[in-house]
């Protein structure tokens, strides 16, 4: 309890520290953008990325299950999906949380009158964070998965009334609609 | 031995987070990534279309097959094209590096690579320029953001101008007016000297050029299409259509992108086309043909050079020609029409062997199409709609609330903002803006432009198209909106992933598949589905098991 006390009065230093943590994974130009750039259409990168680490850091301390951690973590995963990254690199950023937390409470862990207690209760928040990162592991993959089946069926709509016009596809019909010879 | 393990803190510490190449951009090599580019042209394609240095070759290997002048034919080629317009020697000089443009760029806030803000992404040309054409470069060089031609110059160059979708969104913001799309255009024409296209528009380009359109699909089969939808349109609305084909001395030649023909969900503007006609031509003697061989709008000759552009461009006033009619009407497409507004007169026209548009039906005279006699169908059914001309029922659409994107050519290549606006409004009671800033002139792209709706750079496309899909995700959940709809074929065909990715909820129409549901026919039978086959609203329980 004791170290949701302090994350409480640190909440938006950290949040904000962590964005620029998450920022700086992209090349210099790009991150400078995206951190001067407040409108929302103009910058959805950034915009969404800030929201979506709000909401699940947010989560994380009011012990969120794992579909709401899941759905607010979707965003900047989805997003991260698609960009250059390596995957581990796609998601590495959410383990930084870890860093963030003990760099922003420092100088208030240090002079805590429970200082056990709170390393304590780091190291499940710790846990916390680990378990995170399986999550959006199972986000990208599933981007990912989702991409390879577009490429798969790009072709596909767009030829197959061609083909079926042609005749050239012979689709099962419904079962029962088909009159079988009694003797094959 | 569990003292030998890492600990987990030393192997976090080893990640690198940081994406900054160490480099300067003239210096960090380019970076040919899979998902991020479109497959290299067929052999076969280029052979036929007579363009240089046909052979198979790969993006991803050392050597790409290139002809041993190779620099001297970029030399030659960016001399010729300096030479010859005036605008690319001016977008060349002028550009102060101001960056109005450099954030605007769907594909720089999508992907975040900085080489695709537009003023970086020209940057790769002009810094070419400067070394081979400006003293200042020349003795100066890298202090004056010159660079000498090498082999990792030209594969930047590939990557790169097949990252841009000519969407002209970026010279919006230019205090110059540079026009970047126009420096896209001139590096790719430049590439297409040593046989550096994209599979994607050079066999389109290729079967357009044969057979009429980007597929290749014969005269029957094309009418075998449009059969198959009139059989539909029979059984949805038990009215029988009767289109016309290349029937020579018809009023009005209609040429529409074969997409709308073959890929769903065009096929159902299609059909909207077929109603649309059939409903003028039973009350008003509306006298339409289709065209089994001039049966492509798309033109991806624009993204591969002038020439090639010119040449698919004229086979549609040929046919015009052919047919004797007196004005070409033209369907939901996008970059045909800048190809018509901004193009067409120079390279083919005027044409004078047909006549100033004007409607049978209303009388309006087509002001804008005097010279290149072809009017877009949004102009045209606005025009019907706004003299009563149409009966319409909106409620058959009530099932869908709809946004509208305006295709980046209609809307920024020929200013069409309004009309699929009113059209839109006038056969669906439900209808929301996206947010200022992404719509009208300042549209943003499908992402999927310009040759660039190919299945393998689905990154490209998604990333691309992210601006767009985050403005759609925006009236979807404000207004409930479930309908994106467009007046552009690429659109039709690249947004149901885009949609699928960014905002699942929400579906793709053309504009006239929306009219067609609408639009009140002589002796129809009472309708209980949409073009689909869906349910119209409140029809849910009347449909045939």
């Known amino acids: 309890m004791a170290l949701a006390e302090l994350i409480e009065q640190k909440k938006k230093a950290i949040i904000n520290k962590w964005y620029e943590h998450v920022v700086a994974t992209y090349p210099s130009d790009t991150a400078r953008f995206l951190k001067k750039e407040n409108d929302q259409f103009a910058n959805p990168v950034g915009t969404t990325t800030m929201h979506s680490l709000d909401a699940v850091f947010e989560g994380l301390l009011n012990g969120a299950d794992i579909e709401t951690l899941s759905s607010d973590l979707d965003p900047v995963i989805r997003i991260r999906a698609v960009q250059d990254f390596t995957p581990s690199k796609a998601v590495s950023f959410i383990f930084l949380l870890k860093n963030v937390v003990r760099e922003c409470l420092a100088k208030e862990i240090s002079k805590h009158k429970n200082k056990k207690e709170i390393e304590k209760e780091l190291d499940v928040f710790y846990t916390k964070v680990d378990g995170l990162c399986l999550i959006g592991f199972d986000i990208y993959m599933k981007c990912r998965e989702q991409l390879l089946s577009f490429q798969a069926n790009h072709i596909k709509d767009r030829t197959y009334r061609l083909l079926k016009k042609a005749d050239l596809l012979s689709e099962v019909p419904e079962v029962g609609a088909e009159n079988i010879s009694p003797n094959v | ?545």
């Open chain 2, 1 to 545: 031995m569990a003292d030998d393990l890492p600990k987990a803190d030393d192997l976090l510490n080893k990640i690198d987070h940081n994406n900054s190449p160490p480099t300067s951009w003239m210096d960090t090599p380019v970076n040919i990534r899979k998902g991020m580019y479109c497959y290299a042209s067929s052999p076969k394609s280029v052979k036929y279309l007579g363009l240089p240095n046909a052979r198979p070759w790969n993006p991803l290997d050392d050597d790409w097959k290139l002809p041993d002048n190779w620099k001297e034919i970029v030399f030659e080629g960016l001399k010729e094209r300096l030479d010859k317009f005036r605008s690319f020697k001016v977008f060349m000089d002028i550009c102060v590096r101001c960056g109005a443009c450099a954030d605007k760029c769907h594909f720089f806030i999508g992907t975040g690579d900085p080489k695709n803000m537009p003023v970086l992404r020209a940057e790769l040309l002009r810094s070419v320029y400067r070394n081979d054409f400006t003293k200042a470069g020349n003795l100066l060089g890298k202090i004056a953001g010159a660079r000498p031609m090498t082999l990792d110059v030209l594969k930047e160059w590939w990557y790169y101008f097949f990252q841009c979708t000519e969407c002209r969104r970026c010279s919006v913001f230019c205090p110059y007016g540079i026009d970047t799309a126009e420096i896209t255009i001139m590096a790719r024409e430049i590439l297409n000297l040593l046989g550096l296209n994209i599979d994607w528009i050079a066999t389109p380009v290729a079967n357009c050029y044969r057979t009429g359109n980007h597929l290749g699909i014969q005269p029957h089969a094309f009418k075998d299409m449009l059969d198959f939808f009139v059989e539909d349109i029979e059984e949805i609305t038990g009215v029988n259509c009767e289109p016309q084909y290349n029937k020579k001395g018809a009023d009005i030649l209609f040429i529409t992108p074969s997409g709308d023909v073959f890929a769903d969900p065009g096929t159902y503007t299609a059909m909207g086309y077929l109603l649309l006609f059939q409903y003028l031509k039973e009350k008003y003697g509306f006298d339409v043909t289709w065209s089994t061989y001039g049966s492509e709008g798309g033109n991806f000759g624009f993204f591969t050079s002038h020439e090639t552009m010119k040449r698919l461009n004229s086979k549609m006033y040929a046919e015009a020609k052919r047919l004797g009619v007196k004005w070409i009407l033209g369907g939901e497409c996008g970059h045909m029409w800048r190809v018509i507004n901004q193009y067409m007169d120079t390279m083919n026209g005027p044409a004078d062997f047909l006549e100033e548009p004007v409607s049978p039906i209303t009388g309006t005279r087509f002001e804008n199409a005097k010279s290149t006699k072809m009017v877009h169908i949004a102009e045209f059914t606005a025009d019907l709609i706004k003299h009563n001309k149409l009966e319409l029922d909106p409620v058959r659409n009530d099932n869908v609330i709809a946004t509208f994107h305006d295709s980046c050519n209609p809307a920024r290549g020929m200013g069409m903002l309004d009309e699929p606006r009113f059209v839109l409004q006038n056969v669906c009671n439900n209808f929301h803006e996206m947010p200022p800033g992404t719509i009208r002139e300042q549209t943003f792209c499908c992402g999927s432009g310009s040759g660039l709706n190919a299945g393998e750079n689905m990154e490209l496309r998604m990333a691309g198209g992210l601006p767009r899909a985050n403005a759609v995700k925006y009236v979807h959940e404000k207004y409930g909106v479930n309908m994106l709809t467009c007046v552009c074929a690429i659109d039709r065909a690249v947004f149901p992933p885009l949609m699928e990715y960014w905002v699942p909820e929400v579906d793709v129409s053309g504009l006239h598949e929306l009219v067609g549901n609408a639009l009140i026919m002589q002796g129809e039978k009472k309708r209980t589905t949409d073009l689909r086959f869906e349910p119209l609203p409140g029809m849910e329980d009347e449909i045939d098991e």
